[in-house]
Every structure is written in C-alpha cells, then in structure tokens.
C-alpha cells in the first residue's frame, strides 16, 4: 500500500517554529510533486507549499519568508520548515503527492498533522 505519514505538528506560542515531515512509502516508481496544504475549521482547504521533483518551489503569499519546504529524494521525504508562526497558522497540515504507481500517476492524501499556535 502506498501511503503518506505526516509528523511534527504540535502546539507552539506565536514566534515559535515547527518542522513538519511527509513520508511516503509503498510501491512508489516515482513522486513528480509534493506539497503541503491546510485547512483551519470553517476555511477551504488552501496551499501552502509545492515542491517538484526538479527541486522548484512556489509558496501562498502567507507562508512566503516564514516557510520552507523541501525534499529529500533518497527518503521519499518532504518537509516544510515553519518559523515565525502566527495565530492564524493555526490549521489541521495536510500533505499531498502526485506519484507514479503501477505506470498511473495519482494523487495521495495524508492523515494530517495539527498545527496549534497560541497567541
């Protein structure tokens, strides 16, 4: 089964910083983009950061400057590096790749991580 795990959510105070992980694992021939989303209760869920497999990056207009995100090839691994969190970052983190498996290209969800940060 492939399968995506995120980790590294938790509860900080605002200025604080978190490092959130995405592990994909399975049967993976390739992954072609990973990227981070979130949803807060009562919001759509939105981007927050995509990364290729060629290493480009594009960011929301709130996570540029704050966020990081980057890969890991080797480790089937995607992080975003959150610093200067804010209130409004407050959301459930989502990981997504768009991975080749059995010669298809489809996209996974992960279980999603909570994010918390108190004012």
């Known amino acids: 089964q492939v399968q995506l795990v995120e980790s590294g959510g938790g509860l900080v105070q605002a200025g604080g910083s978190l490092r959130l992980s995405c592990a994909a694992s399975?049967?993976?021939?390739?992954?072609?983009?990973m990227g981070w989303y979130r949803q807060a209760p009562g919001n759509q869920r939105e981007l927050v950061a995509v990364i290729t497999s060629g290493g480009s990056t594009n960011y929301a207009d709130s996570a540029k400057g704050r966020f990081t995100i980057s890969r890991d090839n080797a480790k089937n691994t995607v992080y975003l590096q959150m610093n200067s969190l804010k209130p409004e970052d407050t959301a459930v983190y989502y990981c997504?790749?768009?991975?080749?498996?059995?010669?298809?290209?489809?996209?996974?969800w992960g279980q999603g991580t909570q994010v918390t940060v108190s004012a």
């Open positions: 399975g049967s993976i021939f390739s992954i072609n983009v």
């Open positions: 997504k790749s768009v991975m080749t498996v059995n010669k298809y290209n489809y996209a996974y």
